[in-house]
């Protein structure tokens, strides 16, 4: 017998050493003691690694990889010499082995890849992050996976939660990511992570106003829900009250004479109801409950604007992306990674710029468990005007940066035309001075060969702007927000005069 040890057990890669190295030993499967981590040391046979190669490594099918992937996430402790069996087989000259369904081993292994698929879904749909108190935008959530799954599924939350400061802790691992950066640890217990926060209660208050009664099925329910996952949402306290009334809540609703429809929500005119003088962080919460037109709804949040408020830079991009509705905050997801590297090549540090966008909600066509981007349209720009001409007021900077054609039509007015006068210094009606240049995810866009390093020269290029202008003494403005030590803030210049 040798000794074959994976750690940890669910990684792909840990398997294949040991499991390549067996195979170009020709340790036949029934000689190889396979075990996890956890009983390492423990083995009395000669570790399978160390033994001398005696033929090459087969080539071996992606689709068994993919399985073996799935497989090893299983806690099942026999999965390690299943899947040694079966690559053992395949090596032997069975290639198509995976398409005979009926086969034992295969059988086995799609069974155990399947209840790995099925607990990543349920923790994509049932992890429930909560605010790390005292501290701004971090957030633990606690998970019982039933499968070694963490690794599996910790990127799709960093891609889902790009900007937030996370960590999902369970009781056999933990994942951490800091808003750059995905990281594994030990796991840990429910205690270690924060318990119910303000935003549940919210979230329970909204849950139990959408819960239709009528629609209730609970066959469905536990089969989408099952119980034991209930433990991680806050809704769930409320089901068993929601259940018991919805019979009768249902009776009243067909006894009612119905009702003329109402318009459903009243569209305040905002940002009127904000003062003259009212805070960025006013206009924000005051933009938390903008209705004035219709993409507040599909999406998750408003976008407002963020950075200093006496900012002397200020950055108008299109509208918020999936990161950006998501986490709430402007140009954090691929747009703003380019934008942020853009800013790093010339020496601009973001956190002096003010950073916003020309509409403050993400307009999207759902495809699937995708969200596709839309272009907003004239009007959705025009019912956010005031914001953006909220922010621009009260921030005041000395220059203003459009970021694509809708925020350059936005403040520079419909006949401007991006291409044609890209990087070239504007004046808006206030006076104030502006550039537009194009919008990071257009280069992003840019597939062909060259044209993506080229669009992406094109961009900085224009963002030179900043520094170039204070060189040239173009003017005083740009000057005091591009001095040598790029500083962005400081004592206000003289405005140029209206153009
Ligand atoms: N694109 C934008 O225009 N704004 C964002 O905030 C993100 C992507």
């Given at each position: 017998?040798?000794?074959?040890a994976?750690?940890?057990?669910w990684?792909?890669?840990?398997?294949?050493?040991?499991?390549?190295?067996?195979?170009?030993?020709g340790?036949?499967?029934?000689?190889i003691d396979?075990?996890?981590?956890?009983?390492?040391?423990l083995?009395a046979?000669?570790d399978?690694?160390?033994?001398?190669?005696?033929?090459?490594?087969?080539a071996?099918?992606a689709?068994f990889?993919?399985?073996?992937?799935?497989?090893?996430?299983h806690?099942?402790?026999?999965r390690?010499?299943?899947?040694?069996?079966?690559l053992?087989?395949?090596?032997?000259?069975?290639?198509?082995?995976?398409?005979?369904?009926?086969?034992?081993?295969?059988?086995?292994?799609?069974?155990l890849?399947q209840?790995?698929?099925?607990d990543?879904?349920?923790?994509?749909a049932?992890?429930?992050?909560?605010?790390?108190?005292?501290?701004?935008?971090?957030f633990?959530?606690?998970?019982?996976?039933?499968?070694?799954?963490?690794?599996r599924?910790?990127?799709?939350?960093?891609?889902?939660?790009?900007?937030?400061?996370?960590?999902?802790?369970?009781p056999?691992?933990?994942?951490?990511?800091?808003?750059a950066?995905?990281?594994?640890?030990?796991?840990?217990?429910?205690?270690?992570a924060?318990g119910?926060?303000?935003?549940?209660?919210?979230?329970?208050?909204?849950?139990?106003?959408?819960?239709?009664?009528?629609?209730?099925n609970?066959?469905?329910?536990?089969?989408?829900?099952?119980?034991?996952?209930?433990?991680?949402?806050?809704?769930a306290?409320?089901l068993?009250?929601l259940?018991?009334?919805?019979g009768?809540?249902?009776r009243?609703?067909?006894?009612?004479?119905?009702e003329?429809?109402?318009?459903?929500?009243?569209?305040p005119?905002?940002?009127?109801?904000?003062a003259?003088?009212?805070?960025?962080?006013?206009?924000?919460?005051?933009?938390?409950e903008?209705?004035r037109?219709?993409?507040w709804?599909?999406?998750?949040?408003?976008?407002?604007g963020?950075?200093?408020e006496?900012?002397?830079?200020?950055?108008?991009?299109?509208?918020?992306?999936?990161?950006?509705d998501?986490?709430?905050?402007?140009?954090?997801?691929?747009?703003?990674?380019?934008?942020d590297?853009?800013?790093?090549?010339?020496?601009?540090?973001?956190?002096r710029?003010?950073?916003?966008?020309?509409?403050k909600?993400?307009?999207?066509?759902?495809?699937g468990?995708?969200?596709l981007?839309?272009?907003?349209?004239v009007?959705?720009?025009?019912?956010c005007?005031p914001w953006l001409?909220?922010?621009?007021?009260?921030v005041?900077?000395?220059?203003?940066?459009?970021?694509?054609?809708?925020?350059a039509?936005?403040?520079?007015?419909?006949?401007?035309?991006?291409?044609?006068?890209?990087?070239?210094?504007?004046v808006?009606?206030?006076?104030?001075?502006a550039?537009?240049t194009?919008?990071?995810?257009?280069?992003?866009?840019?597939?062909?060969?060259?044209?993506?390093?080229?669009g992406y020269?094109?961009?900085?290029?224009?963002?030179?702007?900043?520094?170039?202008a204070?060189?040239a003494?173009?003017?005083?403005?740009?000057a005091?927000?591009?001095?040598?030590?790029?500083?962005?803030?400081?004592?206000?210049?003289?405005?140029?005069?209206r153009?």
């Amino acid at each position: 017998m040798v000794a074959a040890a994976v750690d940890p057990p669910w990684d792909l890669d840990a398997w294949r050493a040991p499991a390549r190295a067996a195979l170009r030993a020709g340790v036949a499967p029934q000689d190889i003691d396979w075990t996890g981590d956890a009983q390492r040391g423990l083995l009395a046979g000669a570790d399978v690694v160390a033994l001398a190669p005696l033929r090459a490594a087969p080539a071996v099918p992606a689709a068994f990889l993919s399985l073996a992937g799935a497989v090893l996430c299983h806690r099942d402790p026999q999965r390690h010499a299943l899947l040694y069996r079966m690559l053992w087989r395949i090596a032997d000259g069975e290639r198509a082995l995976l398409e005979r369904v009926t086969d034992p081993d295969v059988h086995r292994a799609s069974v155990l890849a399947q209840a790995v698929r099925r607990d990543s879904h349920k923790m994509k749909a049932f992890v429930r992050f909560r605010e790390v108190p005292g501290e701004v935008d971090a957030f633990v959530a606690w998970f019982e996976p039933d499968q070694h799954i963490v690794d599996r599924v910790a990127p799709f939350f960093a891609r889902r939660f790009a900007g937030m400061r996370w960590a999902i802790l369970t009781p056999y691992r933990s994942a951490r990511w800091d808003s750059a950066t995905l990281a594994f640890g030990p796991g840990g217990q429910r205690a270690d992570a924060p318990g119910d926060d303000a935003q549940e209660d919210l979230w329970r208050t909204y849950y139990a106003n959408i819960f239709n009664p009528a629609r209730l099925n609970t066959t469905m329910m536990r089969s989408e829900m099952p119980q034991k996952y209930w433990k991680h949402l806050p809704e769930a306290q409320l089901l068993p009250g929601l259940v018991r009334e919805a019979g009768s809540r249902v009776r009243d609703m067909a006894a009612r004479a119905p009702e003329p429809p109402r318009r459903r929500i009243p569209v305040p005119a905002a940002p009127a109801v904000v003062a003259d003088d009212a805070s960025v962080d006013a206009l924000r919460a005051a933009a938390r409950e903008c209705r004035r037109c219709e993409l507040w709804q599909p999406a998750t949040q408003t976008v407002f604007g963020e950075g200093p408020e006496d900012a002397r830079i200020m950055i108008v991009g299109e509208q918020p992306g999936d990161a950006e509705d998501l986490s709430g905050r402007p140009f954090v997801g691929p747009a703003g990674k380019l934008f942020d590297r853009a800013l790093a090549e010339i020496g601009i540090d973001r956190g002096r710029l003010y950073v916003t966008n020309a509409v403050k909600h993400f307009r999207f066509e759902q495809r699937g468990k995708v969200r596709l981007h839309r272009n907003p349209e004239v009007a959705h720009v025009n019912a956010c005007g005031p914001w953006l001409a909220a922010e621009v007021a009260r921030v005041d900077p000395q220059v203003v940066v459009c970021l694509g054609a809708t925020a350059a039509q936005a403040l520079l007015g419909r006949s401007f035309r991006l291409m044609a006068q890209r990087g070239t210094w504007q004046v808006l009606g206030d006076g104030r001075r502006a550039f537009a240049t194009v919008h990071p995810s257009w280069v992003l866009r840019q597939r062909e060969p060259g044209a993506s390093e080229a669009g992406y020269r094109g961009f900085v290029d224009d963002l030179r702007l900043l520094l170039g202008a204070a060189d040239a003494g173009t003017a005083a403005a740009v000057a005091a927000t591009t001095s040598p030590s790029l500083s962005v803030r400081g004592p206000a210049p003289t405005r140029p005069a209206r153009g």
